[in-house]
Every structure is written in C-alpha cells, then in structure tokens.
C-alpha cells in the first residue's frame, strides 16, 4: 500500500481525539481501495487512485471530516459526514465502503483504470506552456532545477499552472513556480519531510 510520510507526520502532529479518527480512515481507504496512494493536497492527507482523488480526510481543532470526492458536501462541515469528533459519529462501514467504491468506479469510468493486470495507465503528459518555458528560460537557475525534477515533479508544477482558472491566477502561480524552482524547491515542499544529515 502506497504510504506517504507526510500523512503520518499529519496524524502525528493532529489533537488526541483525532488521531484515531485518522488511522481509522486511513486503514479503511486502504481496505477498499487497492492500490491506493496517499498525497498531501490543499494541506489535507488524501487518497488517490491513478493520480486520481477519491478521498481525503482533515483534522480541525475540535473535529475531524472525510471527503469523498463527487458525493457533494452535505451538514456544515467540509465532507459528507459533518463533524466528526468520534469513531462513533462515523456512519456504518457498510456505508463508507459503499460510498469510497462509488468514487473509485467514478474514477475508473472517467479512463484512469489499472490496466486488467493490475499496472497502472500511463498519465498523459502535460505540455509546457510557451510562456512558462519562456519564464523559465529567463532563470537559468529555475531552468536547470526544473531539469533535474522527476517527471512527476514537474508534473505537479505544470498541473498547478495550467489549472489555473483565471490569468491573473496563472501568472500568479508561474512567478510563484519560478521562485521555488530556483530554490531546488518542488510544488510540495512545505510538506515533505526534511532530510536528516547522515
């Protein structure tokens, strides 16, 4: 099961009511979504499928919540089961499991499926738009640094650009892009684990 670092730093460092909370939903995304991987997005742990959201789970102050994604938001809390303070205020295992296995086939209806031996898809690459490479060319040092990304680095950083909704937005986000590139930085520096010195 695809486990990242920064989601056990997340339960770690989450309040003591919600840290069970957390564990449990993280074992059951695992049970019902084989092949699962877990990122951190928009600051909350999350479970994806082919790249895909499926799921994703926060911790708040008093209370936790569980998203699963195109089931619509539903109480006052982010999610579709309120505000979660307890195990017990979750609905039944039948319910969750049904719910995560209707996101999953969403997932898998929109062309993201493993293939039938189980390998996953390649995902499509995503062109560099001329004014980003443009942007990059003009920073030597953001230009070799995004060189020397993997693929999926630099996929994370054209994904956040070109997803962009306004222009204002985009150009926010490439001077943002550029700055971090520079620095040696990827999209999802803030949360990945600094390194120990040997």
Same mark, same amino acid.
């Given at each position: ?10 339960? #770690? ?9 957390? #564990? ?154 550029? #700055? ?19």
């Amino acid at each position: 099961m695809g486990r990242d670092p920064r989601v056990d730093d997340y339960i #770690e460092g989450a309040a003591d009511f919600a840290r069970p909370i957390l #564990e449990h939903l993280r074992a059951l995304a695992h049970r019902v979504l084989p092949g699962a991987e877990e990122a951190i997005k928009w600051g909350m742990p999350h479970f994806t499928v082919s790249g895909k959201n499926v799921a994703g789970m926060a911790a708040f102050k008093a209370h936790c919540t569980f998203v699963i994604h195109g089931d619509g938001r539903q109480g006052d809390a982010m999610g579709q089961f309120g505000r979660i303070t307890g195990i017990a205020d979750l609905p039944d295992e039948a319910v969750l499991t049904a719910n995560l296995q209707a996101a999953l086939d969403r997932v898998l209806e929109k062309g993201t499926a493993l293939r039938i031996d189980g390998t996953r898809k390649p995902r499509p690459e995503i062109p560099m738009p001329d004014d980003f490479a443009a942007l990059l060319a003009a920073t030597p040092e953001a230009q070799d640094a995004f060189g020397r990304f993997t693929p999926s680095q630099r996929r994370d950083y054209l994904e956040w650009i070109t997803e962009a909704k306004t222009a204002a937005t985009r150009d926010k986000r490439m001077a943002q892009a550029s #700055e971090w590139i520079a620095e040696g930085k990827t999209r999802n520096w803030k949360y990945e684990k600094p390194r120990r010195n040997a």
